[in-house]
């Protein structure tokens, strides 16, 4: 039997479409590439730089050194060490047997954070698979996290906030799963994510928040059940922590997080979400006006996310990593919006509706951001030299016999593995009367340090002692200095230290 075919004019319309489709998927393939190009860049240098990016990751990586060689990790805040460890132990645990293994200090953390990193971008597209069927929307809330270069820079810094974005966004999309799927087991995953989060970091506790909430308004019982289950967890963790660290835990965490508030610190934060995220952030809003029952839990995680950001981020010493669990909460709002706002389909049909407009803040996220990244990178690139030739200066006078105060803590990290005082936190701590101060100021004036490293000379009359964040000694512990030390070096370089060995009477 004979098959007859026809050739049929095709609608110029579908051809249409078709074409705007096909030109859409492109320009979101050459976007992901650019993602992809941002990560693999800090890939390459976290995998190359044998020096700090910020001073709490040296901190974190000699807390985890000491931690794995026996020394503890929640601190008496009257004895030495004068340091505290501010976040749960398991980014610290993790990250010291790395390096007792063998792993260098600094890349043991960064590569938990950068496996963290990928898995929360994939997250990131896994949940709104849940809430909408638009393929399209999903692939834009994993390109707008990966996109986003403050998520990139903490991503590939070892210290704890990815990792806690991570085990967060976990338990979102698990919760999820169960909403949409009716899986049990999903729940329970839900939280004990939600509590490794907290265990993470303490202060990531809007994922666990946004179950919880949401299950009373649609599961009473089932919500009861769930909370007393994540909640008696997490009190018996915390409080066997704390026995067995002698109420160290408690001190650490918690009272000493509790740091004085400037509200300078609210401005600049402000300003940097606006500045990188203005696009995502109205797009979320948007769609948090016309949001469905179905989509409404990642907006009531964003928002807690958001209201933890702005609750935290006032105090003295918050830097950029208090937003990223906000910023991967918005860019999946973001892509639910496109979905129910029919963005996409609008766009390929060519619709006269201010909705196609959406683009523009779109476009201007990923330039905005892609740029943004590829100067971090060239950044990091040319200060690892500098910071090289800083800390390599001073290993003479770290690796001789004596005890070392240091305010330059790269170089205990390389050549120590310990630290005795943290400036920064022992004064905010003893200007709160949360701390003694009296066995640091016996030492200082009876000599017993070899060698100080300060950011500042001492003995210059115009210090500025007035900002809070600078790494300062109180008052008296640097009379003391002044008293019975003297300058020998000052090493230039991105921090610029100044050696202090003890006067010869």
Same mark, same amino acid.
């Given at each position: 039997? &004979?098959?007859?075919?026809?050739?049929?004019?095709?609608?110029? %319309?579908?051809?249409?479409?078709?074409?705007?489709?096909?030109?859409?998927?492109?320009?979101?393939?050459?976007?992901?590439?650019?993602?992809?190009?941002?990560?693999?860049?800090?890939? &390459?240098?976290?995998?190359?730089?044998?020096?700090?990016?910020?001073?709490?990751?040296?901190?974190?990586?000699?807390?985890?050194?000491?931690?794995?060689?026996?020394?503890?990790?929640?601190?008496?805040?009257?004895?030495?060490?004068?340091?505290?460890?501010?976040?749960?132990?398991?980014?610290?645990?993790?990250?010291?047997?790395?390096?007792?293994?063998?792993?260098?200090?600094?890349?043991?953390?960064?590569? %938990?954070?950068?496996?963290?990193?990928?898995?929360?971008?994939?997250?990131?597209?896994?949940?709104?698979?849940?809430?909408?069927?638009?393929?399209? &929307?999903?692939?834009?809330?994993?390109?707008?996290?990966?996109?986003?270069?403050?998520?990139?820079?903490?991503?590939?810094?070892?210290?704890?906030?990815?990792?806690?974005?991570?085990?967060?966004?976990?338990?979102?999309?698990?919760?999820?799963?169960?909403?949409?799927?009716?899986?049990?087991?999903?729940?329970?995953?839900?939280?004990?994510?939600?509590?490794?989060? /907290?265990?993470?970091?303490?202060?990531?506790?809007?994922?666990?928040?946004?179950?919880?909430?949401?299950?009373?308004?649609?599961?009473?019982?089932?919500?009861?059940?769930?909370?007393?289950?994540?909640?008696?967890?997490?009190?018996?963790?915390?409080?066997? %922590?704390?026995?067995?660290?002698?109420?160290?835990?408690?001190?650490?965490?918690?009272?000493?997080?509790?740091?004085?508030?400037?509200?300078?610190?609210?401005?600049?934060?402000?300003?940097?979400?606006?500045?990188?995220?203005?696009?995502?952030?109205?797009?979320?809003?948007?769609?948090? /006006?016309?949001?469905?029952?179905?989509?409404?839990?990642?907006?009531?995680?964003?928002?807690?996310?958001?209201?933890?950001?702005?609750?935290?981020?006032?105090?003295?010493?918050?830097?950029?990593?208090?937003?990223?669990?906000?910023?991967?909460?918005?860019?999946?709002?973001?892509?639910?919006?496109?979905?129910?706002?029919?963005?996409?389909?609008?766009?390929?049909?060519?619709?006269?509706?201010?909705?196609?407009?959406?683009?523009?803040?779109?476009?201007?996220?990923?330039?905005?951001?892609?740029?943004?990244?590829?100067?971090?990178?060239?950044?990091?690139?040319?200060?690892?030299?500098?910071?090289?030739?800083?800390?390599?200066?001073?290993?003479?006078? /770290?690796?001789?016999?004596?005890?070392?105060?240091?305010?330059?803590?790269?170089?205990?990290? @390389?050549?120590?593995?310990?630290?005795? /005082?943290?400036?920064?936190?022992?004064?905010?701590?003893?200007?709160?009367?949360?701390?003694?101060?009296?066995?640091?100021?016996?030492?200082?004036?009876?000599? @017993?340090?070899?060698?100080?490293?300060?950011?500042?000379?001492?003995?210059?009359?115009?210090?500025?002692?007035?900002?809070?964040?600078?790494?300062?000694?109180?008052?008296?512990?640097?009379?003391?200095?002044?008293?019975?030390?003297?300058?020998?070096?000052?090493?230039?370089?991105?921090?610029?230290?100044?050696?202090?060995?003890?006067?010869?009477?």
């Amino acid at each position: 039997m &004979a098959v007859i075919t026809t050739n049929l004019p095709q609608d110029p %319309l579908s051809l249409n479409v078709a074409s705007r489709e096909r030109s859409c998927k492109l320009a979101m393939r050459w976007i992901a590439v650019l993602a992809a190009l941002g990560l693999a860049g800090h890939l &390459a240098l976290l995998l190359w730089s044998r020096h700090e990016f910020t001073p709490v990751e040296s901190l974190v990586a000699l807390q985890s050194h000491m931690l794995t060689h026996g020394e503890g990790l929640y601190y008496d805040l009257n004895h030495y060490p004068f340091t505290v460890s501010p976040y749960g132990p398991i980014f610290y645990t993790a990250s010291g047997y790395l390096q007792k293994w063998g792993v260098f200090p600094y890349l043991g953390g960064r590569l %938990l954070s950068f496996a963290a990193l990928l898995m929360s971008i994939w997250l990131c597209w896994k949940a709104p698979g849940y809430l909408t069927r638009d393929r399209y &929307a999903q692939a834009a809330a994993g390109i707008l996290a990966a996109s986003t270069s403050n998520v990139l820079f903490w991503g590939t810094v070892g210290q704890v906030d990815v990792l806690a974005c991570c085990f967060s966004l976990g338990s979102i999309t698990a919760f999820l799963r169960y909403r949409e799927r009716g899986a049990s087991k999903a729940l329970v995953w839900s939280g004990v994510l939600a509590i490794l989060a /907290v265990f993470t970091k303490q202060t990531a506790l809007a994922a666990g928040a946004t179950v919880g909430l949401v299950l009373l308004m649609e599961h009473r019982r089932r919500a009861a059940l769930w909370i007393a289950g994540v909640g008696t967890t997490s009190i018996a963790i915390a409080l066997t %922590l704390n026995a067995i660290t002698h109420g160290g835990y408690f001190s650490d965490a918690i009272v000493a997080n509790i740091n004085p508030f400037a509200w300078f610190k609210l401005r600049d934060h402000v300003q940097y979400m606006i500045l990188t995220c203005a696009g995502v952030i109205i797009i979320a809003a948007i769609g948090a /006006v016309r949001a469905s029952r179905r989509t409404a839990p990642l907006y009531v995680y964003a928002g807690l996310s958001m209201a933890v950001w702005l609750m935290t981020a006032a105090k003295t010493g918050s830097d950029l990593n208090y937003q990223v669990e906000t910023m991967l909460a918005m860019s999946m709002c973001a892509a639910c919006a496109l979905a129910e706002l029919h963005f996409f389909q609008s766009l390929f049909a060519n619709r006269r509706t201010w909705v196609t407009l959406l683009q523009i803040p779109l476009l201007l996220h990923v330039v905005l951001n892609v740029l943004l990244t590829a100067r971090v990178i060239a950044e990091r690139a040319i200060l690892e030299p500098a910071r090289s030739r800083e800390t390599a200066a001073l290993k003479p006078y /770290v690796d001789r016999p004596g005890r070392v105060l240091s305010t330059h803590y790269d170089s205990l990290v @390389q050549y120590r593995g310990d630290i005795e /005082v943290e400036p920064f936190i022992y004064s905010t701590l003893v200007k709160a009367g949360r701390a003694d101060p009296r066995p640091l100021l016996h030492d200082l004036s009876t000599r @017993q340090f070899a060698t100080i490293f300060l950011l500042d000379d001492l003995f210059q009359p115009a210090r500025d002692e007035t900002n809070l964040e600078l790494e300062h000694l109180p008052a008296a512990q640097l009379d003391a200095i002044r008293q019975n030390y003297r300058i020998v070096r000052h090493v230039e370089g991105p921090y610029g230290v100044y050696v202090y060995e003890p006067k010869q009477d």
